[in-house]
């Protein structure tokens, strides 16, 4: 045996804990044997024991124990830990932008950094595999299932410890069940958290960290005063609220009176961020408390969380269920009109005139572009954040308009597109109506069984009071859901009653006036340009030489045909659910014209 290796109880490797070292030993072949395991924990769902990373470490390595496979013993910063891969992240976060490459590439931003590397290295033939607990451990969402699914073509062995997957048309369906279902539990788990978030904060509870002045106790429904920093911060209401106290003024007063921020950690580094996805334990960081600085004082005086509210589901302030107010609304009141009075500025009480104002910004930290001329040149400059990696940080306006005539003409559909849409017509279309008019008589079924219901319900009414059935309460709840549910189904059966082949007429027809649209562009003056640009889009994101966009209305549906590229019919059964958005897109880009 060399000795520069050494025998574990998974196989024969090295241990390499520097990473250039490992990966020139990667390219000349030393691992194409060995398996990595790769662990990841929901970040959704912290009480499922399958979600736990200890658990799918112990069982992954016991499936490699079993099978002989060898584990490839390496350690490199911020990927793995003798081999193993350990990650925390939402299994409904994806980065749904794409960008388009000039060899006919498509591609986008996988948001897991370890997963992204792994798939990186099997993709060069560094190793033979990787062991996995389940299929909804490693994907899901589509794109991570297609990029799986391709590195298994080209010969990487992925090994599932919980499932074996059949090299048959079986097995192909199997994989595919698995990967659906991890694909909708993963929507379902959003849409809970969502649901839940929402209903919470209807009700007036704080479903997020309350401000200096409160206590977080780690439950939503009690935030109580902090008892050493609310006669604090509402000293430094009424202080202010005088107009003798400037905000410099205040957080002088408040180092001088001890008045800090609540502890916080600090910032963790790449190893205590891996060391802590590893193991499962959380690092014992010193907590600091910071004084008060300017921004924080204004942030303070200018949050309506201390009036007793709480930012509801339609970013209003609500009366707050969770929490009693701190000042009272005329307090409140009288600090932002001290505040608005001290906004004035020379220089821009009056905005100049420039065109894309607002419309722009970066695409990496969202900060915006702002305009500004220089000889008789527009320029856009963007004041990014010191993380920002987009090094785009000035443009010019026609750098920015021939961008964005690109992207107006890519809107409409290319003959390809428009022949594969014609024998999609002919081929499908039937079909997709026939799917439309099943799912009429299942939601007419749906409203009949709860029309009985209603009716059951009001008939029986004192009979199921008297009985404790319901309360006066909750037969209000029952009643109030059950005229919900059939308003529901009203709204999907309006939607669903329109014709497969008078969409897809609108969505030709808005195709083709963006190609007008776009000869129009291309002819146009700033100004004209400028008006077209907020008509059909909400907002460009520039990172280095990409613009990206944000349409309007029906043009969202131009758009995401590119998501469904290996499933156009998928696409086309969706678009009778936008036919009032498309039917809007087209009446705007007409008034364009006149």
Known sequence: MPRNQVVNILGISKIWTNEKAFLKAAESGAFRDHYLIYNRKSTDEPNNQKNSI???????????????????NITAKGFSLNGIISEKHSGFKEDSTLHFGKNGTVQYNVERPKFYRLVQY????????????????????????????????QGCDFRFTLATYDKTSSGALHMDIDSM????????????????????????????KAPVGYLNTGTMEHKPFDPIRSPLIRQLFELYATGM???????????????????????????????EEEDEVLLQIEAVERPLTYNNIHKILTNPFYTGRILGTNKEYIQSASHKRLISDELFEKVQHKLGNKRVSLHYTQKLNHLYRGLLRCGVCSRSYTPYTKKGILYFGAKCAKECSNSQKNINLAFLEEKIGCLIANLSFTEDEFNRLEATTETDIALLDQKRITELDMQERQKRKLREDLTYLNANR?????????????????????YGDIA??????????????????EIIELSELLKSLYFYYKNAVSEEREDYVRKIFSELSLSENTLRIKCKNGLQVLESRFYSVGDPTGWISELNKYSIEIETSVEIIKRLFD
């Not at 004192?462 to 109030?480: D, M, N, Q």
């Open 54 to 72: 200890q658990y799918q470490k112990a069982e992954n390595l016991r499936f490699a124990k079993r099978f002989h496979l060898p584990i490839a």
């Open 122 to 153: 099997l993709n060069k033939g560094y190793f033979k595999g990787v062991i996995v607990l389940c299929w909804d451990r490693v994907s899901r969402n589509k794109g991570d299932n297609t990029i799986i699914e391709k590195l298994m073509k």
């Open 181 to 208: 279902f991890a694909e909708h539990h993963s929507r379902v788990t959003s849409e809970k958290v969502s649901l839940n978030i929402e209903n919470q904060r209807s009700k007036g509870i704080c479903t997020y």
């Open 245 to 275: 106290y400037s905000l410099a003024d205040l957080a002088r007063w408040s180092a001088a009176h001890g008045m800090t921020m609540p502890p916080v950690r600090r910032r963790r580094t790449e190893e205590e961020v891996l060391a």
């Open 462 to 482: 004192l009979l199921l009071l008297r009985s404790g059935v319901y309360t006066p309460e909750t037969f209000i709840a029952e009643e109030t859901r059950l």
């Open 488 to 505: 529901s189904l009203q709204g999907k059966e309006q939607v669903s009653d329109i014709s497969m082949f008078e969409v897809i007429k």
